[in-house]
T-cell receptor
Framework: AQSVTQPDIHITVSEGASLELRCNYS??????LFWYVQSPGQGLQLLLK??????LVQGIKGFEAEFKRSQSSFNLRKPSVHWSDAAEYFC????????????FGAGTTVTVRA | KAGVTQTPRYLIKTRGQQVTLSCSPI?????VSWYQQTPGQGLQFLFE???????NKGNFPGRFSGRQFSNSRSEMNVSTLELGDSALYLC???????????FGPGTRLTVL
C-alpha cells in the first residue's frame, strides 16, 4: 500500500533563514508528487508538482522541491522564509496517469520567528 | 476565474442527523473529489466524481455518499452523524487530463 511520510511534525525557523521540509513515499511505481500549503482556516494551495522530467521543480512563493528516486524522497525547500510562510505543509502522492486520488502525509507545521 | 466554492462554510449538527455539503468546481473542471481532514486521521480521500459517475472511492462507511450533477457541481451526504464525523470537508476540482487538484476553503462540520 502506498504511504507518505513527513518525519517532522513541527519546524521552527527564523525569518530569513532557509527551510527544508522532508517527504518520503512508499509506492510501487514513481507516483505523481505534490506539495500543498494550508493556512489556518483555509483550504489547500498547490505549491508545486512533479510528474516526470527535471528532478528539481520550481513552484510558487519561491519554493522548490527535488525528487530523488533512489531515496523515494521529494523534499521542499525555500532559501529565505518570510513570516507569511508560517502554515502547515502537506506532501501528497497520486498514482501516475488519470487517477486523481491523493494520499497525504501527516503534515509539517512551520512556525516563523522574527 | 472563480475558485472552488463550498457551502456552507460552517455547520453544526447533532448525532443521528444527516447533512449535505455542496461544492461548485472551477468552471470547466469536470472532476470533483472530496476529502475529510481531522486532527487524528489527517487528510483522507472520500471519493471522486467525473461526468456524474463515481470513479474512485476511499475507505469510508456507506453513510458517506456523494453525487455529481450535469453542471459538475457535487454534493456529499453523511447520514446518521457520529461525533467522529466532525471534520473539515474539502472539495477539489480538476481539469481532465491535468492531474492537478484545486481545493476549496472547506466546510467545517461539528457534530454535537
Amino acid at each position: 500500500a502506498q504511504s507518505v511520510t513527513q518525519p517532522d511534525i513541527h519546524i521552527t525557523v527564523s525569518e530569513g533563514a532557509s527551510l527544508e521540509l522532508r517527504c518520503n513515499y512508499s509506492y510501487g511505481a514513481t507516483p505523481y508528487l505534490f506539495w500543498y500549503v494550508q493556512s489556518p482556516g483555509q483550504g489547500l494551495q498547490l505549491l508545486l508538482k512533479y510528474f516526470s522530467g527535471d528532478t528539481l521543480v520550481q513552484g510558487i512563493k519561491g519554493f522548490e522541491a527535488e525528487f530523488k528516486r533512489s531515496q523515494s524522497s521529494f523534499n521542499l525547500r525555500k532559501p529565505s522564509v518570510h513570516w507569511s510562510d508560517a502554515a502547515e505543509y502537506f506532501c501528497a502522492v497520486s498514482p501516475p496517469g488519470g487517477d486523481y486520488k491523493l494520499s497525504f502525509g501527516a503534515g509539517t507545521t512551520v512556525t516563523v520567528r522574527a | 476565474k472563480a475558485g472552488v466554492t463550498q457551502t456552507p462554510r460552517y455547520l453544526i449538527k447533532t448525532r443521528g442527523q444527516q447533512v449535505t455539503l455542496s461544492c461548485s468546481p472551477i468552471s470547466g473542471h469536470r472532476s470533483v473529489s472530496w476529502y475529510q481532514q481531522t486532527p487524528g486521521q489527517g487528510l483522507q480521500f472520500l471519493f471522486e466524481y467525473f461526468s456524474e459517475t463515481q470513479r474512485n472511492k476511499g475507505n469510508f462507511p456507506g453513510r458517506f455518499s456523494g453525487r455529481q450533477f450535469s453542471n459538475s457541481r457535487s454534493e456529499m451526504n453523511v447520514s446518521t452523524l457520529e461525533l467522529g464525523d466532525s471534520a473539515l470537508y474539502l472539495c477539489a476540482s480538476s481539469l481532465i487530463g491535468y492531474n492537478e487538484q484545486f481545493f476549496g476553503p472547506g466546510t467545517r462540520l461539528t457534530v454535537l
